[in-house]
């Protein structure tokens, strides 16, 4: 059974409104609300925006009041948060938060928007791609442009930062891999074998060793220091979509009887593969065997998906816009429970860990422009009423989200780790 999920829709730039409420500005606030839920009828409104004051006398607050109708509510939290729900569509109130950070990508021109992106732990740095072949690595507290990095032959499909931020890895449509400097630019290695463009890239550790993923249905460990391929994985007749790399908790399986010198820190290391094919596959990246397959071949495409090691669940985004949990203590062949909002397609999926708990956050990026968190409780076995959809990222207007990159937060306080996305508008948000 797939639950099916309500979720309101507001507009992008409503912090507009809602600070030019605050300021006194001139003329009437307000911004678009759209409720979903499939198999009812949608609602619109708008929501006006209006100052009062505080019953401390001094303290500046916005009165949140829909214009057409009383089956949306909206709440006003602070300037980037409010807070709106809908009990005909049953949605419950959910936080809908605005960008806390934005950075533009200007040397980005084509209008297909970011490809690809990555930030530098604790986010200083930040890499991006598009459409034309080239990488460009800004400054971001500087808010300028460090260095382009250009050499791939095709367009530049992923792009990710080694532990220490100042080198970057990139894959590209020309079948290749490259190491970059971030801070001259330059390419002291390329990696060149697979027969498909490169989908997608993992780093190994401190990045003696790094993983690729292809259309041609492998994904490849290689030597970064001699520029060689360690091992294949021939893991489907169709493309691999995603990949992840994740440390288990459980003890090491052995390395190979005969273990390759350039081969560095794979031990209890797992490689999760998202195939076309509709399966996820997990592989022990120090023994080279596959652990468990999820899903089926000939089933609906895997997007994304990620795996929740502690609590022995694999969330899996399909293209049609399903979210799969499935219990990796349990084999079964069918998931614990699965949800959808609409028939979007996933595009992205990442773990978001908050500050107290042990359950993450799943973060979900669809083809349409949603992002969101949900929290699913891991151990359930029944298919409703088990997510909770506990916040709405806002900034994008109907824009695939192409990229969901997680660090540590910067911020004092915070709840949550950052979450970073992007999409057509050539704009990363930090939220």
């Given at each position: 059974?797939?639950h099916?999920l309500?979720?309101?829709?507001?507009?992008p730039?409503?912090?507009?409104?809602i600070?030019?409420?605050?300021n006194?500005?001139?003329?009437?606030?307000?911004?678009?609300?759209?409720a979903?839920?499939?198999?009812?009828?949608?609602?619109?409104?708008s929501?006006?925006?209006?100052?009062?004051?505080?019953?401390?006398?001094s303290t500046k607050?916005v009165?949140?009041?829909?214009?057409?109708?009383?089956?949306i509510?909206?709440?006003?939290?602070d300037?980037r948060h409010v807070?709106?729900?809908?009990s005909?569509?049953?949605?419950?109130?959910t936080?809908?938060?605005?960008?806390?950070?934005t950075v533009?990508?200007?040397?980005?021109?084509?209008?297909?928007?970011i490809r690809?992106?990555?930030?530098s732990?604790?986010?200083g740095?930040?890499?991006?791609?598009?459409?034309?072949?080239?990488m460009?690595v800004?400054?971001?507290?500087?808010?300028?442009?460090r260095?382009?990095?250009?050499g791939h032959?095709?367009d530049v499909t992923?792009?990710?930062?080694?532990?220490?931020?100042q080198?970057?890895?990139?894959g590209?449509?020309?079948?290749r891999?490259?190491?970059?400097?971030?801070?001259?630019g330059?390419?002291?290695?390329?990696?060149?074998?697979h027969?498909?463009?490169?989908?997608?890239t993992?780093?190994?550790?401190?990045?003696r060793?790094v993983?690729?993923a292809?259309?041609?249905g492998?994904?490849?460990?290689?030597?970064?220091?001699?520029a060689?391929l360690v091992h294949?994985?021939?893991l489907?007749?169709?493309p691999i979509?995603?990949?992840?790399?994740?440390?288990?908790?459980?003890e090491?399986?052995?390395?190979?009887?005969?273990?390759?010198a350039?081969?560095?820190e794979?031990?209890g290391?797992v490689l999760?593969?998202s195939?076309e094919?509709?399966?996820?596959?997990l592989?022990?990246?120090?023994?080279?065997?596959?652990?468990?397959?999820?899903?089926?071949?000939?089933?609906?495409?895997v997007?994304?998906a990620?795996?929740?090691?502690?609590n022995c669940?694999?969330?899996?985004?399909?293209?049609?816009?399903?979210v799969?949990?499935?219990?990796t203590?349990?084999?079964?062949d069918?998931?614990?429970?699965?949800?959808?909002r609409?028939?979007?397609?996933?595009?992205t999926?990442r773990?978001?860990?908050p500050?107290?708990?042990?359950?993450?956050?799943a973060?979900i990026?669809?083809?349409?422009?949603?992002?969101?968190?949900?929290?699913?409780?891991?151990?359930?076995s029944?298919?409703?009423?088990n997510?909770?959809?506990v916040?709405e990222?806002?900034g994008?207007?109907?824009d695939?989200?192409?990229?969901?990159?997680v660090?540590?937060?910067a911020?004092?306080?915070?709840?949550?780790?950052s979450?970073w996305?992007?999409?057509?508008?050539?704009?990363?948000y930090?939220?």
């Amino acid at each position: 059974m797939v639950h099916k999920l309500g979720y309101i829709s507001v507009q992008p730039d409503w912090t507009t409104d809602i600070k030019n409420a605050l300021n006194d500005a001139e003329g009437t606030h307000k911004f678009w609300v759209s409720a979903y839920k499939q198999g009812s009828p949608s609602i619109h409104d708008s929501i006006q925006a209006t100052k009062h004051t505080g019953p401390d006398g001094s303290t500046k607050l916005v009165e949140l009041k829909a214009l057409s109708t009383t089956d949306i509510s909206a709440e006003y939290i602070d300037v980037r948060h409010v807070r709106l729900s809908s009990s005909k569509l049953d949605i419950p109130p959910t936080v809908h938060t605005a960008a806390r950070k934005t950075v533009p990508c200007e040397h980005i021109v084509r209008g297909t928007g970011i490809r690809s992106f990555d930030v530098s732990p604790y986010g200083g740095l930040l890499v991006a791609c598009g459409d034309d072949g080239v990488m460009d690595v800004y400054d971001v507290s500087a808010a300028r442009h460090r260095v382009r990095l250009e050499g791939h032959l095709g367009d530049v499909t992923c792009c990710q930062f080694f532990p220490s931020g100042q080198v970057v890895l990139s894959g590209a449509t020309d079948m290749r891999l490259k190491v970059w400097s971030a801070s001259d630019g330059s390419n002291p290695v390329t990696l060149v074998g697979h027969t498909g463009a490169i989908t997608d890239t993992a780093i190994v550790g401190k990045g003696r060793n790094v993983l690729s993923a292809a259309k041609d249905g492998t994904v490849r460990l290689w030597h970064c220091g001699s520029a060689s391929l360690v091992h294949t994985f021939a893991l489907s007749k169709l493309p691999i979509n995603k990949i992840d790399m994740i440390s288990t908790l459980a003890e090491a399986s052995p390395q190979e009887d005969d273990p390759d010198a350039r081969e560095f820190e794979t031990e209890g290391k797992v490689l999760v593969a998202s195939c076309e094919d509709g399966r996820v596959v997990l592989v022990d990246l120090g023994s080279k065997e596959t652990i468990a397959e999820f899903g089926s071949a000939g089933g609906q495409p895997v997007r994304a998906a990620a795996y929740d090691v502690p609590n022995c669940r694999i969330y899996v985004g399909l293209s049609d816009g399903t979210v799969q949990v499935w219990a990796t203590n349990a084999p079964s062949d069918q998931p614990v429970y699965s949800f959808k909002r609409n028939d979007s397609a996933i595009s992205t999926l990442r773990l978001v860990n908050p500050s107290t708990g042990s359950v993450p956050l799943a973060c979900i990026g669809t083809e349409d422009g949603q992002l969101f968190l949900a929290s699913l409780d891991p151990f359930s076995s029944q298919a409703a009423g088990n997510v909770d959809v506990v916040e709405e990222l806002v900034g994008f207007d109907v824009d695939p989200i192409s990229q969901i990159r997680v660090v540590q937060s910067a911020t004092q306080g915070a709840i949550r780790q950052s979450v970073w996305a992007t999409g057509r508008d050539n704009k990363v948000y930090e939220f």
